[in-house]
Protein backbone atom coordinates (compact mmCIF):
# COMPACT_ATOMS: atom_id res chain seq x y z
CA UNK A 1 0.00 0.00 0.00
CA UNK A 2 0.94 3.54 -0.60
CA UNK A 3 2.51 5.39 1.99
CA UNK A 4 3.87 8.84 2.83
CA UNK A 5 6.02 9.58 6.26
CA UNK A 6 7.38 13.13 6.94
CA UNK A 7 9.37 12.72 10.08
CA UNK A 8 9.64 16.21 11.17
CA UNK A 9 6.74 17.12 12.91
CA UNK A 10 7.72 20.50 13.42
CA UNK A 11 10.42 23.00 12.18
CA UNK A 12 11.92 26.23 13.51
CA UNK A 13 14.62 28.01 11.20
CA UNK A 14 15.39 31.86 11.60
CA UNK A 15 14.35 34.11 8.95
CA UNK A 16 16.93 34.09 5.70
CA UNK A 17 18.14 30.66 6.63
CA UNK A 18 18.07 27.69 4.01
CA UNK A 19 15.27 25.05 4.81
CA UNK A 20 14.96 21.15 3.93
CA UNK A 21 11.71 19.36 4.86
CA UNK A 22 11.60 15.73 4.28
CA UNK A 23 9.35 13.47 2.49
CA UNK A 24 9.44 9.83 2.18
CA UNK A 25 7.10 7.58 0.37
CA UNK A 26 6.59 3.60 0.06
CA UNK A 27 4.98 2.81 -3.38
CA UNK A 28 5.99 -0.11 -5.90
CA UNK A 29 5.29 1.56 -8.72
CA UNK A 30 5.99 5.30 -10.60
CA UNK A 31 4.55 7.81 -8.19
CA UNK A 32 3.77 10.93 -8.84
CA UNK A 33 4.82 13.54 -6.09
CA UNK A 34 3.19 17.00 -4.57
CA UNK A 35 3.85 19.23 -2.34
CA UNK A 36 1.40 21.33 -0.87
CA UNK A 37 1.24 24.12 1.78
CA UNK A 38 -1.55 25.11 4.24
CA UNK A 39 -1.37 28.28 5.51
CA UNK A 40 -3.64 28.81 9.21
CA UNK A 41 -7.31 28.84 8.50
CA UNK A 42 -6.89 28.44 4.89
CA UNK A 43 -7.01 25.37 2.56
CA UNK A 44 -4.30 23.83 1.05
CA UNK A 45 -1.95 25.40 -1.67
CA UNK A 46 0.08 23.18 -4.68
CA UNK A 47 3.43 24.43 -4.02
CA UNK A 48 5.17 21.94 -7.36
CA UNK A 49 4.55 18.55 -8.54
CA UNK A 50 6.74 15.82 -9.95
CA UNK A 51 5.53 13.42 -12.77
CA UNK A 52 8.56 12.66 -14.62
CA UNK A 53 11.54 13.97 -16.15
CA UNK A 54 14.20 16.23 -14.37
CA UNK A 55 14.46 15.26 -11.09
CA UNK A 56 15.15 18.78 -9.80
CA UNK A 57 11.40 20.60 -10.10
CA UNK A 58 10.58 24.31 -9.02
CA UNK A 59 8.11 25.70 -7.68
CA UNK A 60 6.09 28.74 -6.82
CA UNK A 61 7.53 30.82 -4.18
CA UNK A 62 10.75 30.05 -4.76
CA UNK A 63 10.64 26.63 -3.43
CA UNK A 64 12.64 23.57 -5.27
CA UNK A 65 12.06 19.49 -4.41
CA UNK A 66 14.16 16.65 -5.47
CA UNK A 67 12.90 13.32 -6.47
CA UNK A 68 15.50 10.74 -5.26
CA UNK A 69 14.01 7.28 -6.48
CA UNK A 70 17.33 5.45 -4.44
CA UNK A 71 16.14 6.60 -1.35
CA UNK A 72 12.15 6.82 -2.15
CA UNK A 73 12.33 10.58 -1.19
CA UNK A 74 11.07 13.93 -2.23
CA UNK A 75 12.50 16.55 0.06
CA UNK A 76 11.52 20.33 -0.19
CA UNK A 77 13.95 22.57 -0.31
CA UNK A 78 14.29 27.00 -0.33
CA UNK A 79 17.86 28.59 0.05
CA UNK A 80 16.15 31.54 2.02
CA UNK A 81 12.83 31.50 4.42
CA UNK A 82 10.96 34.29 4.37
CA UNK A 83 8.46 35.16 8.10
CA UNK A 84 6.14 34.66 5.13
CA UNK A 85 6.92 30.74 4.79
CA UNK A 86 5.65 29.70 8.24
CA UNK A 87 2.66 27.58 7.66
CA UNK A 88 2.09 24.05 7.55
CA UNK A 89 3.12 21.91 4.76
CA UNK A 90 2.19 18.29 3.34
CA UNK A 91 3.93 15.69 1.04
CA UNK A 92 1.45 13.79 -1.26
CA UNK A 93 2.03 10.72 -3.36
CA UNK A 94 -0.23 9.26 -6.47
CA UNK A 95 -0.20 6.13 -8.42
CA UNK A 96 1.12 6.81 -12.04
CA UNK A 97 -1.25 3.53 -13.18
CA UNK A 98 -3.94 4.92 -11.02
CA UNK A 99 -7.27 5.81 -13.02
CA UNK A 100 -8.62 7.60 -9.75
CA UNK A 101 -5.74 10.14 -8.92
CA UNK A 102 -6.42 9.94 -5.54
CA UNK A 103 -3.88 10.98 -3.35
CA UNK A 104 -2.33 9.82 -0.19
CA UNK A 105 -0.82 12.63 1.94
CA UNK A 106 1.88 12.50 5.32
CA UNK A 107 1.29 14.06 8.36
CA UNK A 108 2.21 17.75 7.61
CA UNK A 109 5.35 19.55 9.20
CA UNK A 110 4.76 22.69 11.02
CA UNK A 111 7.56 25.14 10.22
CA UNK A 112 8.05 27.81 12.35
CA UNK A 113 10.24 30.78 11.16
CA UNK A 114 12.19 32.63 13.81
CA UNK A 115 12.71 36.73 13.46
CA UNK B 1 -9.91 28.74 -5.53
CA UNK B 2 -13.07 30.51 -6.99
CA UNK B 3 -13.75 27.52 -8.79
CA UNK B 4 -14.11 25.64 -5.66
CA UNK B 5 -16.40 26.34 -2.71
CA UNK B 6 -17.75 24.40 0.27
CA UNK B 7 -20.71 25.23 2.51
CA UNK B 8 -21.37 25.43 4.99
CA UNK B 9 -18.45 26.55 6.32
CA UNK B 10 -18.60 26.29 10.15
CA UNK B 11 -21.44 23.64 11.87
CA UNK B 12 -22.16 22.52 15.01
CA UNK B 13 -24.16 19.58 15.61
CA UNK B 14 -25.13 16.72 18.10
CA UNK B 15 -24.04 13.40 18.29
CA UNK B 16 -26.95 11.02 16.22
CA UNK B 17 -28.07 13.57 14.07
CA UNK B 18 -27.64 13.68 10.09
CA UNK B 19 -25.26 16.40 8.38
CA UNK B 20 -24.79 17.01 4.62
CA UNK B 21 -21.17 19.04 3.67
CA UNK B 22 -21.68 20.37 -0.01
CA UNK B 23 -18.75 20.97 -2.59
CA UNK B 24 -19.68 22.82 -5.43
CA UNK B 25 -17.17 23.39 -8.55
CA UNK B 26 -17.34 25.90 -11.74
CA UNK B 27 -14.21 24.03 -13.43
CA UNK B 28 -16.53 20.83 -15.53
CA UNK B 29 -13.42 18.78 -13.71
CA UNK B 30 -14.14 15.24 -13.61
CA UNK B 31 -12.83 14.52 -10.35
CA UNK B 32 -13.73 15.31 -6.87
CA UNK B 33 -12.97 14.15 -3.04
CA UNK B 34 -13.17 14.60 0.25
CA UNK B 35 -10.85 14.71 2.99
CA UNK B 36 -10.80 15.05 6.99
CA UNK B 37 -7.93 16.91 8.31
CA UNK B 38 -7.36 16.06 11.89
CA UNK B 39 -3.95 16.93 14.02
CA UNK B 40 -1.10 14.35 14.05
CA UNK B 41 -2.82 12.32 10.73
CA UNK B 42 -2.34 14.54 7.61
CA UNK B 43 -5.49 14.26 5.02
CA UNK B 44 -7.12 11.58 4.69
CA UNK B 45 -9.51 10.30 2.39
CA UNK B 46 -13.26 9.89 2.83
CA UNK B 47 -14.69 8.89 -0.37
CA UNK B 48 -14.02 10.07 -3.98
CA UNK B 49 -15.70 10.45 -7.62
CA UNK B 50 -14.12 10.05 -10.96
CA UNK B 51 -17.48 10.84 -12.82
CA UNK B 52 -21.22 12.05 -12.31
CA UNK B 53 -23.03 8.86 -9.93
CA UNK B 54 -19.40 6.83 -10.18
CA UNK B 55 -17.78 7.13 -6.87
CA UNK B 56 -15.50 5.06 -4.66
CA UNK B 57 -14.55 4.48 -1.32
CA UNK B 58 -11.22 6.29 0.57
CA UNK B 59 -9.24 4.85 3.69
CA UNK B 60 -11.70 6.45 5.91
CA UNK B 61 -15.24 5.86 4.64
CA UNK B 62 -17.25 4.63 7.46
CA UNK B 63 -20.04 6.42 8.65
CA UNK B 64 -19.86 8.60 5.56
CA UNK B 65 -21.91 8.37 2.19
CA UNK B 66 -21.23 10.40 -0.60
CA UNK B 67 -23.45 11.53 -3.92
CA UNK B 68 -23.14 13.28 -7.24
CA UNK B 69 -25.66 13.44 -9.22
CA UNK B 70 -24.02 15.87 -11.70
CA UNK B 71 -20.68 17.59 -12.20
CA UNK B 72 -20.29 20.61 -10.28
CA UNK B 73 -21.72 19.09 -6.95
CA UNK B 74 -20.31 16.25 -4.69
CA UNK B 75 -22.24 15.86 -1.23
CA UNK B 76 -20.62 14.28 1.72
CA UNK B 77 -23.65 13.08 4.44
CA UNK B 78 -22.08 11.89 8.02
CA UNK B 79 -25.26 9.53 8.13
CA UNK B 80 -25.34 9.84 12.39
CA UNK B 81 -23.35 12.10 13.30
CA UNK B 82 -20.69 11.01 16.09
CA UNK B 83 -17.92 12.97 18.55
CA UNK B 84 -14.63 10.83 16.33
CA UNK B 85 -16.28 13.29 13.28
CA UNK B 86 -15.24 16.44 14.85
CA UNK B 87 -12.92 17.28 12.33
CA UNK B 88 -12.25 20.22 8.99
CA UNK B 89 -13.43 18.70 6.09
CA UNK B 90 -11.47 19.45 2.59
CA UNK B 91 -13.07 19.09 -0.74
CA UNK B 92 -10.43 18.66 -3.77
CA UNK B 93 -11.10 18.86 -7.33
CA UNK B 94 -8.59 17.65 -10.22
CA UNK B 95 -8.96 18.39 -13.98
CA UNK B 96 -7.46 14.49 -14.74
CA UNK B 97 -5.67 11.75 -12.89
CA UNK B 98 -2.37 13.50 -12.97
CA UNK B 99 -2.77 16.83 -12.84
CA UNK B 100 -3.20 17.96 -8.84
CA UNK B 101 -5.44 18.77 -6.44
CA UNK B 102 -7.29 22.35 -5.87
CA UNK B 103 -8.70 22.09 -2.65
CA UNK B 104 -11.58 23.82 -1.12
CA UNK B 105 -11.22 26.48 2.31
CA UNK B 106 -12.76 23.62 4.21
CA UNK B 107 -15.50 23.19 6.72
CA UNK B 108 -15.01 22.98 10.26
CA UNK B 109 -17.56 20.68 11.78
CA UNK B 110 -18.11 20.12 15.51
CA UNK B 111 -19.79 17.33 17.09
CA UNK B 112 -21.00 17.80 20.73
Known amino acids: AQSVTQPDIHITVSEGASLELRCNYS??????LFWYVQSPGQGLQLLLK??????LVQGIKGFEAEFKRSQSSFNLRKPSVHWSDAAEYFC?????????????FGQGTTLQVKP | DAGITQSPRHKVTETGTPVTLRCHQT?????MYWYRQDPGHGLRLIHY???????DKGEVSDGYSVSRSKTEDFLLTLESATSSQTSVYFC???????????FGSGTRLTVV
Open chain 2, 49 to 55: SYGVKDT
Open chain 1, 92 to 104: AVGAASSNTGKLI
Open chain 1, 27 to 32: YGATPY
Open chain 2, 92 to 102: AISEDRAGGYT
Open chain 2, 27 to 31: ENHRY
Open chain 1, 50 to 55: YFSGDT
